[in-house]
Structures are given as C-alpha cells and as structure tokens.
C-alpha cells in the first residue's frame, strides 16, 4: 500500500522535488550533521561525554588570520576497543565545524583517528583522558566551533561547542 503525497507552494522561488525512495544516512553523513546543528544550538550528545577547549589565538603566516589550537578530549573507558595482537585500538571520527558571528559557516572538515593503547598499559580497566590537539587558520572575529566525535565500532556520538574571540 502506497501514500500519495502532494506538495503546492505560491512561493513562485521555490522548488520542490521528490524523493521516490528512502535511503538511510551514512554514520559519516549523521556525524557531519551532529556538528553543523551544535552551530544551530541542536547538539544531540547521544552518549559519548566529549569535551572541546581552545588555546588564545596566534599570529599566522598571513596578517589577517590567526591559529587557534584545540583540544578534544575524551574518556578512554567511553571507546569501543578491539584487540589487535600487542594493543587495543578504537577509532575515532572527529567532525569540526565553525561558524562566524556573521552567520558564515566553514565546511565540515573530518579526519579519522586512531585510538592505540599497548597491553602492557592497559590494566585491568581503561582510565585516563584521551585527549586530540589540532590547530585551525581562522579569520578574526567572535567564531563558534562546534566537534562531534563518533565511535566507528560502537556508532556512539557525542558532541561539543567553544566559543573563541580572535582579534
């Protein structure tokens, strides 16, 4: 049994197209919109407790930007760890988004991290922080970055937002 739906708009600007089929979201794609809905105030931190810090913005190479470092922490007993012979390893997707006081909004840059802690400092249970370092180019004003990470084995997200003045 099919629906039949149908869309009218007076809005002359508007386009409207058809979907004929569902297809699911990728994790990468639903990671990627994690990240751009923290920027809308939406962060949906759907289980991993991800924190995000910025360092005082440095000058760059080129007068107007600067580089602004982050750190993206999170608890290594949160990761889903698979044995790998001499160490345990979990991977990590951090998604980064930022956007201007203006409403501009930067790409969605994501990099895939490995996770790799040896056996023999591993324990009996996984504790501590794991913690990221990245720096970004920016331009000067009020920006908000937003990180999501996703646990590739376990599909766990969490999100996180800082706020950074750079003058």
Do not use: C
Not at 49 to 68: H, I, Y
């Amino acid at each position: 049994m099919g629906y039949r739906i149908e869309l009218v708009s007076k809005r002359t600007d508007l386009e409207i197209r058809l979907r004929h089929r569902f297809v699911p979201r990728s994790p990468e794609d639903v990671a990627r919109e994690e990240s751009v809905s923290g920027l809308l105030g939406e962060a949906r931190a759907a289980g991993l407790p991800v924190q995000l810090f910025a360092a005082a913005p440095q000058p760059a190479e080129d007068a107007s930007k600067r580089l602004v470092s982050f750190a993206v922490r999170l608890p290594v007993a949160e990761m889903a760890f698979e044995d790998r012979g001499d160490e345990v390893e979990a991977i990590l997707e951090l998604t980064f988004v930022a956007e201007a006081s203006g409403g501009a909004r930067s790409r969605a840059e994501t990099i895939r991290v490995p996770v790799r802690i040896r056996k023999t400092e591993w324990g009996s249970a996984p504790s501590g922080i794991w913690t990221h370092r990245t720096t970004f180019v920016s331009d000067r004003g009020i920006l908000r970055f937003t990180v999501t990470a996703r646990d590739v084995k376990s599909n766990r997200l969490g999100s996180a937002e800082t706020s950074v003045r750079v003058e």
